[in-house]
Nanobody, 116 residues
């Protein structure tokens, strides 16, 4: 499943961004059954799962973003969101959304750059 993330950009440290990811037509009929997640990968670093959400809204966060990021989903719109607050330079990465566990097909991702 290839999900396309959007909403990235350049932001100053301490700022906020909201990422969105809408499910493609191929999975909209079963989207609600998937646990979804946001992942990120910085240059030279491994892919990291930062947040996940079950179909009924139970969430989980990595320690690095806990308390700063919020994940949500709108099952009617087949969309997953990542609200990122208090951004830090360490959050600079390409962000992807995928199922959890992830499928082997990754979308393009969206670049988030935090300037200090």
């Amino acid at each position: 499943v290839q999900l396309q993330a959007s909403g990235g950009g350049l932001v100053q440290a301490g700022g906020s961004l909201r990422l969105s990811c809408r499910a493609p037509r191929t999975i909209t009929s079963v989207f609600n059954s998937y646990r979804m997640a946001w992942y990120r990968q910085a240059p030279g670093k491994e892919l990291e799962s930062v947040a996940s959400i079950t179909f009924d809204g139970r969430t989980n966060f990595s320690d690095s973003v806990k308390g700063r990021f919020t994940i949500s989903r709108d099952n009617a719109k087949k969309t997953v969101y990542l609200q990122m607050n208090s951004l830090q330079s360490e959050d600079t990465s390409v962000y992807y959304c995928n199922t959890d566990p992830p499928s082997n097909k990754w979308g393009q991702g969206t670049q988030v750059t935090v300037s200090s």
